[in-house]
């Protein structure tokens, strides 16, 4: 999924998170309470930084963990800000820098942000067919290339292989750039077709309808609306 794919469905899970957490504020017991702890703008303040200005650190912190992941592709929007030369789709992705975070949110609440976005990045990725290894190093990709090329010799900087062999042995919809004669290695497993920009599509559109029928379904917003 494109950045701009990421930053829509975030969007959108932000706007029910949002819904969710101001109707259990109004409920009692453990869920009510820790609700209306994180709808009120003072959990977020720090030292020199009142709950409004934390609050909008935080939501900016939140749409820059949608992008995050991506900085170790050197395509990617968000790697001409940030890059880490680290395969695709493996530390990046993976759950351990998601739990970091959220461990040094326990001390500067607005950095919960950037867990959050991210982990919200890696879901959604999760979801496309060769998916993520959650907890990588310890899980990694298999290798399901149908070719009569070993999987080996798609890594860039071998120049023997020439972009009409890569062409011609990389199936449709698999992860390749003929151009620059690479295929991940980490991605040796049919990926979502990035191509087929309808899919993608219908994807952040079936989020949007969730998020807006919860929105305007929800008590909290009925009542204020009669």
């Known amino acids: 999924m494109k950045a701009i794919g990421h930053l829509a469905t975030g969007a959108a899970v932000a706007l029910a998170a949002d819904t969710t957490i101001k109707n259990l504020a109004y409920s009692s017991g453990p869920l009510g309470n820790a609700a209306a702890t994180l709808s009120d703008p003072s959990f977020f303040d720090a030292p020199h930084i009142s709950g409004a200005a934390g609050i909008a650190i935080f939501s900016a912190l939140y749409f820059l963990g949608l992008l995050l992941p991506d900085c170790d592709n050197?395509?990617?929007?968000?790697?001409k800000i940030?890059?880490?030369?680290?395969?695709?789709?493996?530390?990046?992705?993976s759950i351990w820098p998601v739990l970091c975070l959220f461990i040094l949110?326990?001390?500067?609440?607005?950095?919960?942000?950037?867990a959050f976005g991210m982990l919200i990045h890696i879901f959604f990725d999760a979801l496309s067919?060769?998916?993520?290894?959650w907890l990588y190093p310890l899980t990694k990709y298999s290798d399901n290339i149908k070719s009569g090329i070993k999987p080996d010799k798609y890594t860039t900087g071998y120049e023997d292989?020439?972009?009409?062999?890569?062409?011609r042995e990389v199936p449709p919809g698999w992860h390749a750039d003929v151009e620059t004669r690479h295929v991940n290695p980490n991605h040796r497993v049919k990926l979502y077709n990035t191509k087929?920009?309808?899919?993608?599509?219908v994807i952040i559109a079936i989020v949007w309808i969730l998020a807006l029928l919860y929105y305007f379904l929800s008590a909290s917003v009925l009542w204020h609306l009669f």
């Open 74 to 79: 050197a395509e990617s929007f968000i790697s």
């Open 82 to 93: 940030i890059y880490i030369p680290v395969g695709h789709r493996t530390w990046t992705h």
């Open 105 to 114: 949110g326990i001390f500067w609440h607005p950095i919960t942000g950037l």
């Open 129 to 133: 067919v060769s998916g993520i290894c």
């Open 161 to 167: 292989v020439s972009a009409e062999e890569l062409d």
């Open 196 to 201: 087929n920009k309808g899919s993608v599509i």
